[in-house]
């Protein structure tokens, strides 16, 4: 019989068990889920495997990248994966994996994208069933009233995931240019606004007069603007 190598990861958002099968990830969930049992015999048998705790280099990069992701640092991860279920639900998990950082889906939304609109109740089961947590993203699905709905984490988790992913999402221009003069604290020093008419820069929310689009740059970090040639504004002081 083959081995399927585990490891139990215990991070911010709760315990992970971890699981690798021929140098791909076949497992990251919660270690403490309802269900925890019908999706460890599921993978086991399609894979003719049993668990065995034991560390490879894929469940160590995994671990890694899932402390990337949990401080804000990391937005896609890079892990091989193994998908273990029918082909529905590999059609769902593949339409979630569609579902990017920062952005939220519903399960109808879901069926829409695997031409299955009326899928809807086999689309949620399938979403339930996922055994790869954070890599296919499960958390970004709301119902579609826009409350939150089940999760193998529990909801305070699945909230605390959203939350981190909206709060460390990249803004376009528009969408930073629109925080300008705002007053919203929000996006301090998430990034500074240049402008080149004055060669100032400043917080999103400084309440100087807020300058015409065309004549601002935006940079990530002050000494960005700095290095530019750009100089502090002494009205935010940023």
Not at 44 to 63: G, H, P, S
Not at 91 to 115: C, F, H, M, P, T
Not at 190 to 215: D, M, Y
Request: net charge positive; charged share 30%; proline share 3%.
């Amino acid at each position: 019989m083959s081995q399927i190598d585990i490891q139990y990861y215990k991070t911010k958002i709760g315990e992970l068990i971890l699981g690798s099968f021929e140098n791909k990830l076949c497992l990251l969930d919660f270690r403490y889920r309802r269900m925890r049992s019908t999706v460890d015999n599921r993978i086991k048998k399609a894979l003719n495997a049993e668990y065995f705790e034991q560390d490879n280099d894929v469940l160590i990069e995994t671990r890694k990248q899932i402390d990337e992701y949990l401080i804000g640092k990391r937005t896609e991860f890079d892990i091989p994966i193994l998908m273990v279920g029918s082909d529905f639900q590999k059609q769902v998990w593949n339409a979630l994996i569609n579902v990017k950082y920062g952005e939220i889906a519903s399960y109808l939304d879901l069926a829409r994208n695997i031409d299955n609109e009326k899928a809807v109740r086999a689309v949620a089961s399938a979403n339930g069933a996922n055994s790869i947590g954070l890599i296919i993203p499960c958390h970004r699905i709301i119902g579609s009233n826009g409350e939150l709905v089940g999760y193998g984490g529990g909801l305070p988790i699945k909230k605390r995931l959203l939350n981190l992913e909206k709060e460390n999402s990249k803004l376009t221009d528009d969408e930073m240019y629109d925080f300008i003069g705002s007053k919203n604290k929000k996006f301090d020093y998430k990034f500074v606004t240049a402008v080149k008419t004055t060669g100032i820069f400043c917080l999103p929310s400084c309440r100087a007069k807020k300058p015409n689009k065309e004549n601002v740059v935006f940079y990530d970090k002050k000494k960005e603007a700095m290095k530019n040639g750009y100089r502090a504004c002494k009205v935010c002081k940023p």
